[in-house]
């Protein structure tokens, strides 16, 4: 009886110690506080429309009830999680996601026997039923199309493919090369985004970019480290999407419960915005409904024809995990929120823009749903560098005229705030009644199109006194780049030692070999950090950065 009662107790113990570790408060930076609207991702959530019948009759704590059952997709009977959108020709919305028995006693921690289903809606915000066969086994599912038409769906180690929405679906596993680098944090959790040429741009959980030529053959690590911020979280649910000229990441610190966003104008270098991309208490109705989910998790974008991101997917919960237990009140589901689209903007300015530039035209192109020449509130736009205009900087508006349908603005150039570190400019501002308006345009002489060198770690050779080295240089960017030099470095006996050599001009996804020759005395450790670099060039990524142990 007394090992019945301490075992009780331990048990207990285990689950108030692992609710415990389910979240913890983060401090925020102090300059976060004096964001203006829209400077913060999360400022694009707009209340969501009325689904169906607001009930009461549903599963779920309190925080959930009443609520909009016909928001996403949700049933009694499954816990749903994770999934995404995709429109096809037939212009419903296919939503692939994975779900387990809610009555299984595991109850949420059933979810590594997930199994990925097909759900269509007529509405992009559901209900979404589910139609067809199960498609397989599989957790954190994915869909993304191919260049030749097909679909892929991922899921944590493997994937299905085929040539229709509705099947059927053959399941393989993709190859991965993380090229004598460490893979951060395993291979799940992955998000893809398509290239130009059709090729895949891919982060794992932990941060690293991939990138397959294909999108089925192939996946080669080509970053060093992570790309995610440099906080302290926990981090996982990685969403990365591209729109117009530049890609987007969303990344989940799940302890914390808080998303941070960043924007890339090739995939590989990322630059941070301020504020939450997302936190608890955004799910809220054009009604005043709130459903006060305990977790968001799993985001993933719906986009329009133009790439741009009009709604957000959530795997939402409405406890701790370990609370949600077989058969109980508790369960999960997928919801649907939208998002504030950005705008088509341009700048007419052709010569670089600079602190000393007098004043910057912009163009703000008319939609179909969007008439700028009536809709903009003119005095609240500010433009410019998101460091100013997110905080309510930037330059003003000084004048403005029409073109057709669209809308030029004429902003005084003082206060930009742009230099060589940004790569698109930031507009954000008001409607006239007063939804938030944004949109980002293309910086005149940036050179956006531009190759990316990656090295493989080198293979050294000895002979007498002499080291070879061995290694690779590819072009995993699109464009074919110039010739230049590479420098590797390393240091022994308190010396920093380098070698050099040039690179050719290489083509994209081209392979130069690169043998290099130095003396033994030089590299006397057994196990080095070897740094390979552009000597010349204005390539952030390093094409090389670990330790290496020499034979």
Known sequence: MKKLILATIILSCSIVLNAVAQDIERARPREWSNLTRGGAFIDRFEPIPTIGNLTEQAWGSQNV??????????????????????????????????????????????WPNSEVVHAVSSNRFGPYKVEGEVIGKGHNPEIFQLADGRFVIYVIDAYYISESLNGPWEKKSFDFDPRDRKIIEGLSNLSFATREDGSQLMVCRGGGIWISKTGTSNYYQITNKSVYPAYDGKYEDPVIWKSGFQYHLIVNDWYGRIAYYLRSYNGVDWKLEPGEAYKPGIAKYTDGTIEDWYKYERIKILQDESGRAVQANFAVIDTIKWEDLGGDNHSSKNISIPLTKEKFLKILNTQKITDQTKTIKVKIMAENDFDPVTDVAIESL?????????????????????????????????????????????????????????????????????????????????????????????????????????????????????????????????????????????????QVRIKIRLKNGDQKLALFDAEVVLD
């Not at 999680?81 to 595991?106: A, M, Q, S």
């Not at 669209?406 to 930009?416: A, E, P, Q, S, Y």
Request: aromatic share 14%.
């Open 65 to 110: 009830i009443p609520r909009y059952t016909d928001n996403g997709i949700e049933e009694p009977d499954w816990s749903y999680w994770g999934g995404n959108i995709i429109i096809d020709t037939d212009k419903e919305y296919h939503l692939f996601v994975c779900r387990w028995p809610e009555n299984n006693k595991k109850g949420h921690m059933y």
């Open 382 to 526: 500010r433009f410019g560098a998101s460091e100013e205009v997110n905080f309510g900087r930037g330059c003003k508006a000084i004048n403005s005229y029409t073109d057709g349908k669209d809308l030029i603005v004429v902003f005084d150039g003082k206060g930009n705030g742009l230099t060589k570190t940004n790569f698109a400019a930031k507009l954000i501002g008001k409607t006239q009644n007063g939804k938030l308006l944004l949109g980002y345009a293309k910086l005149p002489g940036f050179k956006y199109e531009k190759p990316i060198l990656s090295a493989g770690m080198p293979d050294f050779s000895f002979a007498a006194e002499e080291i070879t080295a061995t290694f690779e240089i590819q072009n995993f960017g699109l464009v074919t780049s110039e010739k230049c030099t590479w420098e590797m470095s390393w240091e022994g006996d308190g010396k920093i030692h380098n070698t050099s050599g040039n690179v050719k001009s290489l083509k994209p996804y081209e392979i130069m070999e690169v043998k290099t020759y130095f003396t033994k005395d030089i590299l006397p450790q057994k």
